[in-house]
């Protein structure tokens, strides 16, 4: 269980409380809400970042957010995934969703390329995608991913950063239902090819459950 | 390099103008005798073309995956189940009578539509998958050996290898894959080379689903027949398209989808020669396909009614019935012409793509293609060109394998976009097509 290291770069920050996202989100939720890649600098540099790292611009601007309380703990999933479906919301034009997936591609740390080999390999997508999965010293679940397809890359930077982090309990209470409010990519919430959102979330969830049994 | 990306993202619409604009005036397309084409003289018949999808108007290029339903399809569909909806075969009612009826006349419909000899050698199935797997674990499990061989084209759709794959398991018998020739159509030469006599059935396409070409199917038969073999023929994607024509073929199989030629889901039929199908065991077993059923055994009904175990897609099958008197109504002579037209057409457009890759081969005076285009763009996924088109020009192709993994293994890719178009397409929706395409290529390109 060293794998740690592996994920250190797609550590998502911690950051606020649902209450402080509703009120900073209703001002900037048309910009993106992480980096995974930058976000140790931007950890390290400015505060403010800890809520919307991309918005430098704003932010420094900005009193309401710099006087806000910082909290220590760990966002929750929870929170994630509801910051993710406010956000895709907010983005009215179908088109607008799609380069905000196509943004957070770009944001998605490499996968190191011993991870894309089949046994990785999510079936049942219209792309190539793999997902590795370990569980690090402090029993959380690190996610590493890629694809092929940029669009497909956005979708899974999306879940890596809502997911890599967190304990196996909170991975697995996620459902796809509760992204299809992002209304992106969704194509009803059944089973289906194209439907990359659930095969990788199932793949993420099938993953850790592996881990748990061979852990009990 | 992330906010380099952003940057580019969200000055898109400056870089590519063409994403703003409104699309260019749609004129019909018109023939040389001055008339309007089949696809603008039919487009009023298809309520569901008439839509807009993401803001823009849909221009639907998915046709080899499933087509649309004209009115009278539908209208076929509520008339049978607000008026007669009824079970056939058994009751004595006018509603059960009218049923059975309507039934067997799109029965009827179907074996005039391929020149069939005799409605009884249709069966309706679900769809051309089951219509395989019918003759698979039917013929196949009766009639194989091991050692025995069965001979496909690696351009083969899953539907037409895996039912094989299970019953080579079960049978012991041997598939040999026929690989692609220079211009990238199924060895011809080749097929003919492995027939032996140890080959009991060929199975192949009339024609593909990814590389648009149409395979010589009586040259087939007449060489598989020499040696004593059977010939499956998977029509799905030549009866919506041209003339097919059972007798000329001299196919021991045909089978084909009621979805992909303006019918209803949920049905499809399979064409056996008389003598094959009285000769197999029921596939699925149950009412409607015995004769006499004791506690210890039972006897079973003559086809086709032997392999149409249950109640059947009723409504279905007379959906279909109606997709064919539609179709009748226009012509497949005519369908076909103008298909050719748009393909070439389609083919010539695709290539003024910079850095595309068209596979099948090149149309010429000796090669047609159907009105279909397997392709890839350098350096850009399949399914982030089908994304942008779908979201931003509401062009509707598909990205993925199209059930043809083994062949997108043989060309050394792992997916590819697929345009394909039917007779209710016009030269504008691939113009449209184009235009949302280079806007597609120019955007992806734009964030590299």
């Known amino acids: 269980m060293n794998s740690a290291t592996a994920f250190k770069t797609s550590t998502?920050?911690?950051?606020?409380?649902?209450?402080?996202?509703?009120?900073?989100?209703?001002?900037?939720?048309?910009?993106?809400?992480?980096?995974?890649?930058?976000?140790?600098?931007?950890?390290?540099?400015?505060?403010?970042?800890?809520?919307?790292?991309?918005?430098?611009?704003?932010?420094?601007?900005?009193?309401?957010?710099?006087?806000?309380?910082?909290?220590?703990?760990?966002?929750?999933?929870?929170?994630?995934?509801?910051?993710?479906?406010?956000?895709?919301?907010?983005?009215?034009?179908?088109?607008?969703?799609?380069?905000?997936?196509?943004?957070?591609?770009?944001?998605?740390?490499?996968l190191n390329e011993s991870a894309r080999v089949e046994a990785n390999r999510v079936t049942g997508c219209t792309t190539q995608v793999w997902v590795e999965a370990k569980m690090d010293e402090f029993g959380r679940m690190r996610f590493g991913a890629d694809s092929d397809s940029q669009i497909t890359k956005g979708f899974i930077s999306c879940l890596v950063w809502m997911l890599d982090g967190a304990y196996p309990d909170e991975v697995l209470t996620v459902k796809t239902e509760d992204l299809t409010d992002m209304n992106v990519g969704i194509h009803g919430k059944e089973k289906s090819r194209v439907n990359t959102w659930r095969?990788?979330?199932?793949?993420?969830?099938d993953r850790t459950s592996n881990i748990l049994s061979r852990w009990k | 390099m992330m906010e380099v990306a952003a940057k580019?993202?969200?000055?898109?619409?400056?870089?590519?103008?063409?994403?703003?604009?409104?699309?260019?005036?749609?004129?019909?397309?018109?023939?040389?005798?001055?008339?309007?084409?089949?696809?603008?003289?039919?487009?009023?018949?298809?309520?569901?073309?008439h839509q807009e999808v993401n803001g823009s108007k849909l221009v639907y290029l998915d046709n080899a995956a499933t087509s649309q339903k004209p009115n009278s399809v539908l209208n076929a569909l509520q008339e049978y189940y607000a008026s007669?909806?009824?079970?056939?075969?058994?009751?004595?009612?006018?509603?059960?009578?009218?049923?059975?009826?309507?039934?067997?006349?799109?029965?009827?419909?179907?074996?005039?539509?391929?020149?069939?000899?005799?409605?009884?050698?249709?069966?309706?199935?679900?769809?051309a998958t089951e219509a395989i797997n019918l003759v698979a674990y039917s013929w196949g499990l009766s009639n194989l050996?091991?050692?025995?061989?069965?001979?496909?084209?690696?351009?083969?759709?899953?539907?037409?290898?895996?039912?094989?794959?299970?019953v080579a398991q079960k049978t012991g018998a041997i598939l040999k894959f026929?690989?692609?020739?220079?211009?990238?159509?199924?060895?011809?030469?080749?097929?003919?080379?492995?027939?032996s006599k140890n080959t009991k059935l060929v199975v192949v396409h009339h024609v593909s689903n990814m590389l648009a070409s149409v395979l010589p199917i009586e040259e087939i038969v007449l060489g598989a027949h020499k040696v004593g073999a059977k010939v499956l023929v998977d029509a799905?994607?030549?009866?919506?398209?041209?003339?097919?024509?059972?007798?000329?073929?001299?196919?021991?199989?045909?089978?084909?989808?009621?979805?992909?030629?303006?019918?209803?889901?949920?049905i499809g039929f399979l064409y056996g020669k008389s003598e094959i199908l009285s000769s197999m065991p029921p596939f699925l077993g149950g009412g409607e396909m015995i004769s006499e059923v004791y506690v210890d055994h039972s006897t079973y009904a003559e086809p086709p009614s032997r392999f149409e175990a249950g109640t059947p897609a009723i409504g279905e099958a007379i959906g279909l019935g109606a997709a064919i008197d539609y179709l009748s109504r226009i012509g497949m002579q005519k369908i076909h012409d103008y298909e050719v037209e748009l393909a070439n057409y389609l083919y010539e457009s695709l290539c003024s793509v910079p850095n595309i890759r068209i596979y099948g081969p090149r149309p010429s005076e000796n090669v047609h293609r159907v009105a279909l285009c397997s392709f890839n763009v350098e350096k850009i996924h399949p399914t982030d060109i089908a994304t942008f088109l779908d979201q931003q020009h509401g062009v509707a192709i598909r990205s993925g394998h199209h059930c043809a993994q083994p062949l997108h293994r043989y060309l050394g890719v792992s997916a590819s976009a697929r345009a394909s178009l039917h007779f209710y397409n016009t030269k504008e929706d691939v113009d449209d097509f184009i235009q949302a395409l280079n806007d597609a290529v120019s955007f992806f390109n734009s964030l590299k």
């Open chain 1, 12 to 110: 998502p920050p911690p950051t606020t409380t649902r209450r402080r996202t509703t009120l900073i989100l209703s001002s900037f939720i048309k910009q993106p809400i992480f980096n995974t890649k930058n976000i140790h600098l931007t950890l390290k540099s400015l505060k403010c970042f800890v809520d919307i790292p991309n918005l430098s611009v704003s932010c420094s601007s900005t009193t309401t957010r710099t006087d806000s309380p910082i909290e220590s703990e760990e966002e929750r999933v929870a929170n994630k995934l509801q910051r993710l479906v406010f956000e895709f919301r907010s983005l009215t034009e179908p088109i607008d969703r799609v380069k905000r997936l196509l943004h957070y591609a770009e944001t998605l740390p490499p």
């Open chain 1, 199 to 205: 095969n990788v979330l199932a793949a993420m969830q």
């Open chain 2, 8 to 49: 580019q993202i969200a000055s898109f619409k400056l870089l590519n103008p063409k994403t703003t604009s409104p699309p260019p005036h749609r004129r019909p397309s018109i023939s040389i005798s001055g008339a309007a084409s089949l696809g603008h003289l039919t487009r009023p018949d298809f309520p569901i073309l």
């Open chain 2, 84 to 127: 007669y909806n009824s079970n056939v075969h058994r009751g004595i009612h006018y509603l059960s009578a009218r049923a059975t009826d309507e039934y067997e006349l799109a029965r009827n419909k179907v074996a005039a539509f391929i020149n069939a000899s005799n409605s009884r050698q249709i069966v309706f199935t679900r769809n």
């Open chain 2, 145 to 166: 050996k091991p050692l025995d061989e069965v001979i496909l084209t690696i351009a083969e759709h899953h539907s037409a290898i895996v039912p094989w794959q299970l």
């Open chain 2, 178 to 195: 026929v690989i692609l020739d220079q211009d990238e159509i199924p060895d011809m030469n080749k097929l003919s080379e492995m027939l």
């Open chain 2, 236 to 266: 799905c994607q030549s009866v919506p398209h041209m003339l097919v024509d059972v007798q000329g073929l001299d196919a021991d199989f045909l089978v084909a989808s009621s979805h992909k030629m303006c019918g209803p889901t949920g």
